[in-house]
């Protein structure tokens, strides 16, 4: 299993990016693929998950009316949008993947993507 993270980069507080997560190496039906992040001397936190087979959608309360996860069967793709970012959005965003529940917890995630870098500045 590969998974591939893009869209990171800078941006200025109340902005928005879209997150890519291109998954790769096998069928993920009945899979969850999650996002997490990890802000500078901080733990990894879970941010939003999604089901590939029904869509059923998960979020950390902090992210919750700001971030929406969806995804692209066709194009094994899994996309975080974030609006109304703010400075402590700021960390190294993962995606990830499982079966087949949702955890909180990264501990419970088998494959890991390199990570994608997201600034929000004030």
């Known amino acids: 299993v590969q998974l591939q993270a893009s869209g990171g980069g800078l941006v200025q507080a109340g902005g928005s990016l879209r997150l890519s997560c291109a998954a790769s190496g096998r069928t993920f039906s009945g899979y969850v693929m999650a996002w997490f992040r990890r802000a500078p001397g901080k733990e990894r936190e879970f941010v939003a998950a999604?089901?590939?087979?029904?869509?059923?959608?998960y979020y950390a309360d902090s992210v919750k009316g700001r971030f929406t996860i969806s995804r692209d069967n066709a194009k094994n793709t899994v996309y975080l949008q974030m609006n109304s970012l703010k400075v402590e959005d700021t960390a190294v965003y993962y995606c990830?993947?499982?079966?087949?529940?949702?955890?909180?917890?990264?501990?419970?995630?088998?494959?890991w993507g390199q990570g994608t870098h997201v600034t929000v500045s004030s």
């Open positions: 999604i089901r590939w087979s029904g869509g059923s959608t």
């Open positions: 990830t993947t499982r079966w087949p529940v949702v955890s909180y917890n990264s501990g419970d995630y088998d494959y």
